[in-house]
């Protein structure tokens, strides 16, 4: 695993204020100043100081749309990790922006800069989602930046956020597929909260916003998850960082500090249940898994075993570990 050392730039840069966001209370970050190459050398050489075993370190710019910045900016902030490039402290670049701020130019200017991957805040391909949640830019959009970022040899990162506002499940699917389509390099799964200051929040109060449910959001995330792992395409996280600042701010939706968590566990129980629920009652499953994929397989507070119970299967399997398999993988025999 590389060392990403995180740089944060909350809401510089970006052109428009999305119904969805708040980015301080997202990130906990407040802006910095408009001069701040010294604390983005500051930051890499506090970042190199705790660990220097890694040969994969990048430097990621978080929370703005950073090619909106005006271009000067830009490199300033870029200019600041020149010399960890040069020395080889630093192996890439990566920050995060918005599709309709990114074109043939700008991904030039990014790549002889040291950027290799640059995450898309897509959000959704139903041009009337994105239009409802005042993004200011079209589904082409993001499929033409993913195209043009791939064509420069660089790795794009695509943002999608279920449950936004005139989502329904099969627009999310139709996203879903167009995006696996375009085969970015990894995926980011944020299902959609309410935080105070947001124009979200507004519409919630007012009874126009209905959130998600939790366990609607991990299903949904969960079919997501089944379909970029056939794939073959990454799933970076699901769910939003957890912060006290963003906990704080939360008015309403799906959160919850492992919600990653909880949407593996969901895989692994919708993969057992039938395996059991088709083994002859005097019969018992011999599963066999990996010991990394022991706690997701439980479940939090043991979840999926309460409900193997609740469903009268739980004494139907008899589970064991190996160190040896690879993760993800589940062998089983009936006995």
Same mark, same amino acid.
């Given at each position: 695993?590389?060392? =990403?050392?995180?740089?944060?730039?909350?809401h510089?840069? *970006?052109?428009?204020? +999305?119904?969805? *966001?708040?980015?301080?209370?997202?990130s906990?970050?407040?802006?910095q100043? &408009?001069?701040?190459? %010294?604390?983005?050398?500051?930051?890499? /050489?506090?970042?190199?100081?705790?660990?220097r075993?890694?040969?994969?370190v990048? =430097?990621?710019?978080?929370?703005?749309?950073?090619?909106?910045?005006?271009?000067?900016r830009?490199?300033?902030l870029?200019?600041?990790?020149q010399?960890?490039?040069?020395?080889?402290?630093?192996?890439?670049?990566r920050?995060?922006?918005?599709?309709? *701020?990114m074109?043939?130019e700008? *991904?030039?200017?990014?790549?002889?800069?040291?950027?290799? /991957? %640059?995450?898309?805040? %897509?959000?959704?391909l139903?041009?009337?989602?994105?239009?409802? #949640?005042d993004?200011?830019?079209?589904? &082409?959009d993001?499929?033409?930046?993913?195209?043009?970022l791939?064509?420069?040899?660089?790795?794009?990162g695509?943002?999608?956020?279920?449950?936004?506002?005139? &989502?329904?499940t099969?627009?999310?699917?139709?996203?879903?597929?167009r995006?696996?389509? +375009?085969?970015?390099?990894?995926?980011?799964?944020y299902?959609?909260?309410?935080?105070?200051?947001?124009?979200?929040?507004?519409?919630?109060?007012?009874?126009?916003?209905?959130?998600?449910?939790?366990?609607? !959001?991990?299903?949904?995330?969960?079919?997501?998850?089944?379909?970029?792992?056939? #794939?073959?395409?990454?799933?970076?996280?699901?769910g939003?960082? #957890?912060s006290?600042?963003l906990?704080?701010?939360?008015?309403a939706?799906?959160?919850?500090?492992?919600?990653?968590?909880? %949407?593996? !566990?969901?895989?692994?129980?919708?993969r057992?249940?039938p395996?059991?629920a088709?083994c002859?009652?005097?019969k018992?499953?011999?599963?066999?898994?990996?010991?990394?994929d022991l706690?997701a397989?439980?479940?939090?507070?043991? #979840?999926?075993?309460?409900r193997?119970r609740?469903?009268?299967l739980?004494?139907r399997?008899?589970?064991?570990?190996?160190?040896?398999?690879?993760?993800?993988?589940?062998?089983?025999?009936?006995n």
């Amino acid at each position: 695993m590389p060392l =990403v050392i995180p740089v944060f730039i909350p809401h510089q840069g *970006c052109p428009q204020h +999305c119904l969805f *966001c708040n980015q301080v209370s997202i990130s906990g970050k407040q802006s910095q100043k &408009e001069d701040d190459s %010294v604390l983005v050398r500051e930051t890499i /050489t506090e970042w190199l100081g705790f660990s220097r075993k890694h040969s994969d370190v990048q =430097v990621a710019f978080y929370g703005g749309s950073f090619t909106c910045l005006p271009k000067e900016r830009q490199k300033i902030l870029l200019d600041a990790v020149q010399p960890f490039l040069k020395k080889g402290e630093v192996s890439s670049v990566r920050l995060s922006t918005r599709p309709d *701020c990114m074109d043939d130019e700008i *991904c030039e200017f990014l790549r002889i800069h040291g950027v290799k /991957t %640059v995450e898309l805040g %897509v959000q959704s391909l139903d041009d009337r989602v994105l239009a409802a #949640a005042d993004r200011g830019h079209s589904s &082409e959009d993001s499929l033409q930046a993913i195209r043009t970022l791939q064509k420069k040899g660089m790795k794009p990162g695509v943002q999608l956020m279920p449950g936004l506002p005139y &989502e329904s499940t099969l627009s999310f699917l139709a996203t879903l597929h167009r995006v696996i389509e +375009c085969k970015p390099d990894f995926v980011r799964l944020y299902p959609t909260l309410v935080i105070n200051g947001s124009g979200l929040a507004r519409e919630y109060e007012r009874g126009r916003y209905q959130p998600m449910s939790m366990n609607r !959001a991990i299903a949904l995330c969960c079919l997501a998850k089944e379909r970029l792992d056939q #794939a073959g395409i990454q799933i970076m996280r699901m769910g939003l960082q #957890a912060s006290e600042t963003l906990e704080d701010e939360l008015i309403a939706g799906p959160y919850h500090p492992s919600f990653g968590e909880l %949407v593996v !566990a969901r895989h692994w129980f919708k993969r057992v249940r039938p395996l059991l629920a088709g083994c002859p009652s005097d019969k018992r499953l011999d599963i066999q898994i990996s010991n990394r994929d022991l706690s997701a397989f439980i479940g939090l507070k043991r #979840a999926n075993i309460k409900r193997l119970r609740a469903l009268g299967l739980e004494l139907r399997l008899k589970l064991t570990t190996d160190k040896t398999l690879k993760r993800g993988t589940l062998n089983y025999v009936i006995n």
